[in-house]
């Protein structure tokens, strides 16, 4: 799902998607195709993408999304 929805997000159609608790293969093709696209992808922070969190929108609606997310720690609860 997370693959499909990263796409969607490269067309532009919703303003953002927000995720936790995904693996890397779970995130690699969808995020390159955003990236190319001109979205910004990351995790928490300045921190990559990854099971704690994936973020992906376009480089406005990013930081905002990031701002909101801030105060999130990691995810303890574990898969």
């Known amino acids: ?3 499909l929805l990263l796409c969607v997000v490269a067309c532009g159609r919703p303003d953002g998607y927000l995720e936790r608790g995904l ?3 779970d995130v ?3 995020a390159l195709i955003a990236r190319e696209a001109g979205a910004v992808v990351s995790g928490l922070g300045q921190a990559a993408a990854g099971y ?3 973020l992906a ?3 406005r609606v990013h930081a905002l ?3 909101a ?7 303890t609860d574990g898969p």
């Open 23 to 25: 693996l890397p293969w």
């Open 28 to 30: 690699a093709a969808g």
């Open 65 to 67: 999304l990031q701002g």
């Open 57 to 59: 929108a376009g480089p």
């Open 69 to 75: 997310v801030s105060g999130l720690g990691p995810d």
């Open 52 to 54: 704690e969190l994936v």
């Open 1 to 3: 799902r997370a693959p």
